[in-house]
Nanobody
Framework: QVQLVESGGGLVQPGGSLRLSCAAS????????MAWYRQAPGKQRELVAS????????SYADSVKGRFTIARDNAKNAVYLQMNSLKPEDTAIYYC?????????WGQGTQVTVSS
């Protein structure tokens, strides 16, 4: 059974940076586009960034474009999200998963809080 484990979240001041990591058991990453999602309190989960299987194409939500960078390491079954110039509106639980259906079971996510 594939498991996704997100880490790297925390409390950061506006303008700060964090690097999130996502590790997967099994070989879920190979051949699949992967993505980072986030869910803020009282809001639906939204797609933040995605990367194709060969890491040649990335895509970002308008709200994070120019500030976030997604990357992957297929040898390590890992996906990363570098987040710079963080804003209070980036506060959310961040999750990784496949980009396209069928998604695998969601992990526990990692909390990112941007506050002074």
């Amino acid at each position: 059974q594939v498991q996704l484990v997100e880490s790297g979240g925390g409390l950061v001041q506006p303008g700060g940076s964090l690097r999130l990591s996502c590790a997967a058991s099994g070989s879920i990453f190979r051949g699949y586009a992967m993505a980072w999602y986030r869910q803020a309190p009282g809001k639906q989960r939204e797609l933040v960034a995605s990367i194709n299987s060969m890491a040649t194409t990335t895509s970002y939500a308008d709200s994070v474009k120019g500030r976030f960078t997604i990357a992957r390491d297929n040898a390590k079954n890992a996906v990363y999200l570098q987040m710079n110039s963080l804003k209070p509106e980036d506060t959310a639980i961040y999750y990784c998963n496949k980009l396209n259906s069928p998604l695998v079971d969601w992990g526990q996510g990692t909390q990112v809080t941007v506050s002074s």
